[in-house]
């Protein structure tokens, strides 16, 4: 979709290596939101936790609640 939207084209291993850090940082995020409510090594819980903080710190931001 970003390669349509600025048409533009990527090699396949700049797509590769650009995929392989977004997991990378969605890893470590989820370890670091888990580890911060005390639940560690539950991948579950820091994706939920970590999608729901987002979302809400964005509607903060954009003044919703």
Do not use: K
């Not at 390669?3 to 650009?18: G, H, I, L, V």
């Not at 580890?35 to 710190?57: H, K, L």
């Amino acid at each position: 979709m970003q390669q349509n939207a600025s048409r533009d084209s990527w090699t396949f291993e700049y797509m590769q290596n650009r995929l392989s850090e977004i997991m990378r940082s969605i890893h470590d995020r989820c370890l670091e939101t888990v580890d911060e409510y005390g639940s560690p090594g539950n991948y579950v819980a820091g994706a939920d936790i970590g999608g729901f903080t987002r979302v809400a710190d964005a509607m903060l931001a954009l003044g919703v609640i």
